[in-house]
């Protein structure tokens, strides 16, 4: 069965780790796997998912780790949690023209414009919307999440 577990925003991988270390001390391998879903979007931020043979072994390993919050209620269905799993190539998704929103690095939390695509190494070329002078700025692909589509896409 797989369940959630909340913890600190943007800790996640930290008590995914924490948990991993203590499943491995353990006896007989009651948590099977420790995942964190991609957050590409802000789906599931502040959460990750642990498949365990039964909840209270889990809330027993929960207990006391830091950044952990608690366990969910109720175990999640794989058939709910499999599209939050599978993460689609962000380059076939960016086309010129669009308007994204730069998630990551200096530019934070602005919008843009993409001038540029290249796929090979993973780096659009934006246009910043809320800059007084437009200069091109090449940034990872990984850093920005679509707005809205633009004229071509």
Same mark, same amino acid.
């Given at each position: ?17 924490? /948990?991993?270390?203590?499943?491995? #001390? ?10 964190? +879903? +991609? ?9 990750? /998912? ?7 072994? /889990? ?8 950044? $952990?919050?608690? !366990?969910?209620?109720?175990?999640? +269905? ?6 939050? @799993?599978?993460?689609?190539? @962000?380059?076939?998704?960016?086309? %010129?023209?669009?308007? !994204? #929103? ?21 780096? !659009?070329? %934006?246009? @910043? ?6 200069? +091109?700025?090449?940034?990872? $692909? $990984?850093? %920005? !999440? ?8």
């Amino acid at each position: 069965m797989i369940w959630g577990v909340r913890t600190t925003a943007g800790q996640e991988m930290f008590v995914a780790e924490l /948990l991993a270390e203590k499943a491995k #001390k353990l006896e007989g391998g009651k948590i099977l796997s420790v995942i964190v +879903p +991609p957050s590409q979007k802000g789906v599931i931020k502040g959460y990750i /998912l642990v498949e365990a043979t039964d909840e209270l072994t /889990l809330r027993r390993l929960v207990r006391g780790t830091p950044h $952990a919050k608690g !366990v969910v209620p109720g175990a999640i +269905p794989v058939e709910e949690i499999e599209p939050l @799993l599978k993460q689609e190539p @962000l380059m076939k998704e960016l086309k %010129v023209g669009q308007i !994204v #929103k730069i998630v990551g690095g200096p530019f934070k939390g602005m919008r843009a414009k993409i001038l540029r695509v290249d796929p090979q190494k993973e780096e !659009v070329t %934006v246009e @910043l919307l809320e800059a007084a002078i437009k200069i +091109p700025v090449t940034i990872e $692909a $990984a850093n %920005v !999440v679509i707005e809205e589509k633009g004229e071509e896409g």
